[in-house]
Structure formats: structure tokens, C-alpha cells
T-cell receptor, first 115, second 113 residues
Framework: GNSVTQMEGPVTLSEEAFLTINCTYT??????LFWYVQYPGEGLQLLLK?????DKGSNKGFEATYRKETTSFHLEKGSVQVSDSAVYFC??????????????FGKGTLLTVNP | NAGVTQTPKFRILKIGQSMTLQCTQD?????MYWYRQDPGMGLKLIYY???????DKGEVPNGYNVSRSTTEDFPLRLELAAPSQTSVYFC????????????FGPGTRLTVT
């Protein structure tokens, strides 16, 4: 079946540091890939997406490139802020049978950014 | 536009008690989902619905039931609460088959003791 593996946390950085959170996936077909962010006490929000190989998703200074050859979708940001402190989830979106599409989530990576 | 709302925010249940977690969306979305999030884990799909009157099991449906009598509402029922159901529960919705983004509610934190 499909699966998503993302780097274990927690990750602690100083403000303005460079961020990378690794994500790799296994899938039977050609999935779409997502990063979701969960701020403290809130539900998940879509951060960025990429729907086909070599697509780059970007939002709020975050970027991730869909690499089919390495089955990866690593999240990067050049200069993190304290407000980026949150849990980040990598997710895969693929047809799961019939008319339903399924989101498969990684375990999440807690990021803490210190001033 | 409220989006996806969930009630209650927190609840403590004793073993064997029952409760219903409420979920409502005001975006006229056809697809709705219930997930649970255990500490250090990703989200696991409990049940989903592709429209009013239609529901189906996800990965971890045991111990739960759902109904979808209207487009807006998708309640999740726990009949005999067990400690293994201690978790954070998220409801989500999506407009249709061709739209990727799921919109999540703020979650319900449930503790069963």
C-alpha cells in the first residue's frame, strides 16, 4: 500500500535558520503530494502541493519539489520565523478504489523556532 | 464563512460511556472525513462519506459509527468508549472528486479513563 515517511522530530532552529524536513513516499501510481501544517491547538491547513513530477509547490516562503526519481518531496524554507513553529505533515493523495481518493499522512515533524 | 466546525473541543469519558462528536461544514462540500490523530503518529481515517446518505469505512472503523443525513453534518458516534479511543479527532471536508484540498476542523480532544 501507499506510505509516507518523514524525518523524525522534533526539530529546533534559531530564527532565520534554513529548514529542511525530509519526506519520501511509496505509491503504486502517480500520486499528488502535499505538505500540511498544524499550528498549536488548530486543525491541519494545506501549506503547498504538487500534482506531478518536477512540479514545485510554494507558499509563505516554503517550497517543495516533487522528485519522482527519488520518490521525495522535501520541505524547505530559507529563513524560518518564530511563527513557523508548528507540526508539519507530508501527505500523499491517490485514488484508493471506486470513486474515493485517499490522503495518506506521515507521522508529522514538530518544528520549534527560537528567537 | 465558518468552514468546518467541531464540538466539543474537549471531553473526558469513562470506559463504556457513549458520545457523539459533532461536525458541520458550511461550504456545501460533498466529501467528509473523520480522522484520529494519536501522539507521534499521522492521521488515520476512521470513516468517510461521499454525499448525504452514503458512508464507508476507512482504515480504523472499529468502535465507531457515522451517519450523513444532510450535506452539512457528519457526526461520529462512539458507543462503548475504550481507553484505546483516547485521541484527537479531526473532521475534514472536500468539495468533490477533482479538488485535492481537504479543509480540517479544529479537532476534538477525547480522553477515555
Amino acid at each position: 500500500g501507499n506510505s509516507v515517511t518523514q524525518m523524525e522530530g522534533p526539530v529546533t532552529l534559531s530564527e532565520e535558520a534554513f529548514l529542511t524536513i525530509n519526506c519520501t513516499y511509496t505509491a503504486t501510481g502517480y500520486p499528488s503530494l502535499f505538505w500540511y501544517v498544524q499550528y498549536p491547538g488548530e486543525g491541519l491547513q494545506l501549506l503547498l502541493k504538487a500534482t506531478k513530477a518536477d512540479d514545485k509547490g510554494s507558499n509563505k516562503g516554503f517550497e517543495a519539489t516533487y522528485r519522482k526519481e527519488t520518490t521525495s518531496f522535501h520541505l524547505e524554507k530559507g529563513s524560518v520565523q518564530v511563527s513557523d513553529s508548528a507540526v508539519y505533515f507530508c501527505a500523499l493523495f491517490e485514488r484508493s478504489g471506486g470513486s474515493n481518493y485517499k490522503l495518506t499522512f506521515g507521522k508529522g515533524t514538530l518544528l520549534t523556532v527560537n528567537p | 464563512n465558518a468552514g468546518v466546525t467541531q464540538t466539543p473541543k474537549f471531553r473526558i469519558l469513562k470506559i463504556g460511556q457513549s458520545m457523539t462528536l459533532q461536525c458541520t461544514q458550511d461550504m456545501n462540500h460533498n466529501y467528509m472525513y473523520w480522522y484520529r490523530q494519536d501522539p507521534g503518529m499521522g492521521l488515520k481515517l476512521i470513516y468517510y462519506s461521499v454525499g448525504a446518505g452514503i458512508t464507508d469505512k476507512g482504515e480504523v472503523p472499529n468502535g465507531y459509527n457515522v451517519s450523513r443525513s444532510t450535506t452539512e453534518d457528519f457526526p461520529l458516534r462512539l458507543e462503548l468508549a475504550a481507553p484505546s479511543q483516547t485521541s484527537v479527532y479531526f473532521c475534514a471536508s472536500r468539495i468533490d472528486l477533482t479538488t485535492y484540498e481537504q479543509y480540517f476542523g479544529p479537532g476534538t480532544r477525547l480522553t477515555v479513563t
